[in-house]
C-alpha cells in the first residue's frame, strides 16, 4: 500500500462527508458507469479527415 494514496483518500472521504456525497471524485470517472454525461464533444468542428493537413489551417491575420 501507497501512504501517499491512503492520504488522498482520507482528504477525499472527508471533502464528500462534508459536501455531500459524490462532491468531490477523480475526474477519469463518471457518476455511475452506464449513465449518459450531462455535457457532449461538440462533434461538428471536428476535421473531415482522421489527421489534419496542413492546407486545413487557418491563417489569423
Not at 16 to 42: E, I, L, Q, Y
Amino acid at each position: 500500500r501507497n501512504p501517499k494514496n491512503e492520504a488522498l483518500m482520507k482528504v477525499l472521504d472527508a471533502a464528500n462527508h462534508k459536501f455531500g456525497r459524490g462532491s468531490v471524485s477523480f475526474a477519469s470517472s463518471s457518476a455511475a458507469p452506464d449513465s449518459t454525461p450531462a455535457w457532449a464533444m461538440r462533434q461538428e468542428h471536428l476535421s473531415r479527415s482522421f489527421t489534419t493537413r496542413w492546407s486545413e489551417i487557418l491563417v489569423a491575420q
